[in-house]
């Protein structure tokens, strides 16, 4: 296990465990947190051995949000406007600065990312979970955009991920209100993809991630690009965009194994 201050990463059986690890402070996202965060992206990228990626927090819920002495260096001064703007020159490849890149560069990591939600889902918090490519929940999940409250919008990457996910009124209404809705209706407007009992989250955050390491990962890269990618893109680019990377997966060792345990009865070995 890699301890990164308030956050772990536990790479086991090709799935990389991410845990924040801040109870007491409901897992408040602080420099630590996103610091670690960033870096197991890194460690991940690096490492090559993980498939997917498993999200969670430690103690009673997933996320409260930014910490609240961020707020306390605004309203004194020690944070500005321009000294955040400097904290957002570090861009990743899709263009998301440092803060963005908390919920968007699961999006950009070639494997799949499953957030398991438990309790507070809040702000940043909520901004994480939907960087993530499947969100499971535990019926006592409550999820909201809070940055209103405080004169802000959201600012991690939520009002890109969200728009693939939600109808836009009702996309507005959540970020201009605050309002806090719970799993089910998390579950309903398309936020999170199922809602499960909290003794069994982590058991189906697991079950999940282990059903795609069974899978080939070099074809559910491609998937993944072809979907990701292709949302911004007409039909006619969008489906020249799929040719492309199917033929790519054509040609992959994964594809072989696939095909040859098809026609021989067997089990494929990716």
């Given amino acids: ?15 990389a465990w991410l845990i924040l690890n801040r109870p007491e402070k409901r897992n408040a996202v602080d420099s630590d947190i996103m610091s670690g965060l960033l870096a197991a992206i890194e460690q991940i990228t690096a490492d090559k051995s993980a498939r997917v990626v498993v999200l969670s927090g430690e103690g009673k819920g997933f996320c ?60 940043g ?14 019926p006592d999940a409550k999820l909201g955009f809070v940055e209103i409250t405080f004169g802000l919008l959201p600012d991690m990457s939520a009002t890109q991920s969200l728009r693939h996910l939600a109808r836009l009124d009702r996309i507005k209404e ?54 990701d990618n292709g949302l911004e893109m007409d039909f006619a680019r969008g489906s020249r965009y799929e040719a492309d990377l199917f033929a790519l997966c054509f040609a992959t060792e994964d594809c072989k194994e696939g095909i040859s345990a098809f026609l021989e009865k067997r089990a494929a070995k990716f």
């Fill in 1 to 15: 296990m890699n301890d990164i201050s308030q956050f772990n990463v536990e790479i086991d059986a090709h799935v």
């Fill in 174 to 227: 959540l970020i201009f209100t605050g309002e806090m809705i719970d799993a089910e209706e998390a579950c309903r407007i398309g936020l999170v993809n199922r809602v499960v009992a909290k003794e069994s989250l982590m058991e189906e955050a697991r079950s999940l991630a282990m059903k795609m390491c069974d899978k080939s990962s070099s074809a559910i890269r491609l998937a993944k690009e072809a979907i």
């Fill in 64 to 123: 409260a949000g930014l910490d609240m002495a961020s707020f306390g260096d605004m309203v004194s001064g020690d944070l500005t406007a321009d000294s955040a703007a400097s904290a957002y020159d570090d861009l990743s490849p899709s263009g998301a600065n440092r803060v963005q890149q908390l919920g968007w560069a699961w999006q950009e990591l070639g494997i799949p990312v499953i957030a398991a939600i438990h309790g507070g889902a809040m702000g």
């Fill in 125 to 138: 918090g909520l901004n994480l979970a939907l960087g993530a490519d499947i969100r499971v929940v535990a």
